[in-house]
């Protein structure tokens, strides 16, 4: 197996040195985790909102029904806004907000989303800061009794969905008692179908210590086109295949949360995968570089001497000459930063530059366009971090055909790298991007 010094992942738009913090393949498998069903989503509707069919005054009515105002709070706004759900609608929802005053001082809020489609309750929320209240210590309902409240809060407002849900341990299991009054309990209940959970569907309920549900979020999609679940491998037979087909490669990372002196370890990384539980073939693995070689085997050029002492002058020009920038871009700002790395004791110079298109209509650029960002090495002259930015404007909202090959972007790119961090091009490995085309909806 050979052993790469992954430096940094190849980007057209940056010469950054990248690293990843993998996650360690452990002795054993578990078999006890839950199962998650990947369902089959339809394509987007449209982009339009839907007519609400719930009327202003009808919200109102729905939102008292739902939820006991505490007292002191009064109404202050309502809207119509669209909500866009992972089934490709705009769904029209009613905003609710509540307020809690004193004279003109404020000590609370509370908000009541209502469906504008159906009527039903899909997110509330509640703060209440009144500096008169003061939390009970120990709290008065402990965490059972957090996750009877949040059932009875959700058998009120949706008891239709109700019998659908499977509730999540994960919080609970990671409970540890609490320092103070001041807490809230998250209870999260997941979508069932056919007792497997799906996640990205359910309720989730936040409760208070003194019993208070304050928060709540319902995410529902009745489209979701789920798999049949007949006759699934068992869990000894996956926990077999997870084993067989782990994909490991060696490499090397800064554990996170290191105190002190930040050094690299070897490691061995697992690419995340699953597993059709039918067939237990892979699902989506990701590529890892345990076959992969570096651009050369050895750098192209020494390191850079760590004298140059750029100027504001002279890193603006390197910045525009690499990357081509045109006159219509005019400099905004250019700040200069110096300080000790406190990991490795070495003396950080940059010089941090931005610039705005400038036009007719903005000759300064002071409005906000399209911009560049970009970081430069005073002492070494790398450029550390390039990005450019086009703002939304109804005439890039149109369909583009792509001119520019994946294999042509990649060979770009690798030129780039080369051309601009020679010294680091035995380090570097590629990442091989995947051939993806975005439509924009008209």
């Known amino acids: 197996m050979k052993l790469v010094k992954q430096a940094g992942t190849l980007v057209l738009a940056s010469s950054l040195l990248l690293t990843a913090a993998p996650a360690v393949w452990a002795n054993e498998v578990s078999v006890d985790s839950k199962t998650i069903a990947v369902p089959a989503y339809p394509g987007v509707v449209d982009n339009k909102m839907l007519d609400a069919k719930i009327t202003k005054e009808q919200a109102i009515e729905r939102a008292k029904a739902y939820i006991t105002l505490p007292e002191g709070f009064t109404f202050q706004s309502i809207s119509l806004n669209a909500y866009y759900g992972m089934n490709g609608r705009n769904t029209p929802t009613w905003n609710i907000n509540y307020v809690k005053k004193v004279k003109d001082q404020t000590y609370g809020y509370l908000n009541v989303s209502i469906n504008g489609l159906d009527g039903t309750l899909t997110a509330y929320s509640m703060n209440d800061s009144d500096p008169d209240h003061k939390p009970a210590y120990p709290p008065k309902v402990d965490f059972a009794a957090a996750k009877d409240v949040a059932s009875a809060f959700i058998a009120k407002v949706n008891p239709d969905k109700q019998k659908e849900l499977l509730y999540d341990d994960?919080?609970?299991?990671?409970?540890?008692?609490?320092?103070?009054?001041?807490?809230?309990?998250n209870i999260r209940f997941d979508r069932s179908v056919d007792g497997v959970p799906f996640s990205a569907n359910g309720i989730s309920v936040g409760v208070n210590g003194d019993g208070q549900v304050t928060n709540y979020n319902y995410n529902w999609s009745d489209d979701v086109t789920f798999q049949a679940n007949t006759g699934p491998i068992t869990k000894e037979k996956a926990a077999q295949l997870f084993h067989d087909k782990a994909d490991l490669s060696l490499l090397y990372q800064i554990p996170y949360g290191t105190k002190g002196k930040?050094?690299?370890?070897?490691?061995?990384?697992?690419?995340?995968?699953?597993l059709n539980a039918l067939t237990g073939e892979v699902w989506n693995p990701v590529p890892h570089t345990e076959d992969s070689k570096p651009l050369t085997d050895k750098p192209l050029a020494e390191r850079p001497s760590a004298a140059l002492n750029l100027t504001k002058e002279e890193a603006v020009k390197k910045v525009?000459?690499?990357f081509n920038l045109s006159s219509d871009y005019k400099l905004q700002e250019a700040t200069y930063n110096e300080g000790t790395n406190p990991e490795t004791g070495e003396t950080n110079s940059n010089w941090n530059l931005s610039w705005n298109t400038v036009s007719e209509k903005d000759p300064t650029g002071k409005i906000a366009g399209s911009g560049v960002w970009a970081n430069v090495n005073s002492k070494t002259g790398e450029i550390t971090n390039f990005n450019s930015y086009v703002p939304y404007s109804p005439d890039n909202n149109k369909d583009i055909e792509g001119k520019v090959s994946l294999e042509d972007a990649v060979a770009k790119s690798v030129d780039f790298v080369k051309a601009q961090i020679p010294s680091y091009t035995d380090q570097l490995v590629l990442s091989q991007p995947s051939a993806r085309i975005t439509r924009k909806s008209s």
């Open 170 to 185: 994960s919080e609970e299991k990671a409970f540890r008692t609490p320092l103070n009054g001041n807490y809230q309990y």
């Open 262 to 274: 930040k050094l690299p370890i070897i490691s061995y990384m697992m690419g995340a995968f699953s």
């Open 320 to 322: 525009i000459t690499v």
